[in-house]
């Protein structure tokens, strides 16, 4: 083969391979490695912190443009911890995210804008039987690796603020007892 078809054929691959990376793909959020943490201001004096787990869904990611990207989840809300047995427990009743009549949280999302790094989606959030618009700011995803076991896999943070009165959340206390405002962090990491 002489070195014009050598480089042709080599810059026909290059560029096919660019234009696989760039199409919209489908990755499964790892439950394993994919934590929701949260942190709520107590009688304005401290912070308590906690998390939920088990998150499941997919992320869909167009590099090209990911405005067409979008996200799927769904938290089992039995897994609230916040390392503390009776206010675990609590958190399960009816005063706040009743886990017997509603027993999970769901994140779809509406709207996404930005560019890679720096992202913004919007969507939809089902708390305690209410569903309510969220925006999530977005550090990721990360460029994708040959994980364990062959598979690729990629990751995300998303931060965000929503209030507890806009989900009817533990309403029986004010925002002098337990903050109105409730931060949280989504780490994942996704694969496929």
Known sequence: MNRRMFAATLSALLLSGVSAFAQSSTWTIDTNHTQVNFQVRHMGVS???GSLSGVTGTVVWDPSDPTKSS???T???S????NNTQRDTHLKS???FDVAKNPTLTFKSTKVTGTAGDLKIVGDLTLAGVTKSVTLNVDGPTAPIQGQGGKTVTGF????TLKRSDFNFGSKFP???LGDDVKFTIDVEANK
């Open 47 to 49: 912070t308590v912190r």
């Open 71 to 73: 996200v799927q989840a």
């Open 75 to 77: 938290i089992p809300a």
């Open 79 to 82: 897994t609230v911890s916040t």
């Open 94 to 96: 009816p005063d706040f």
């Open 157 to 160: 943070s998303a931060t965000g």
């Open 175 to 177: 925002s002098a007892v």
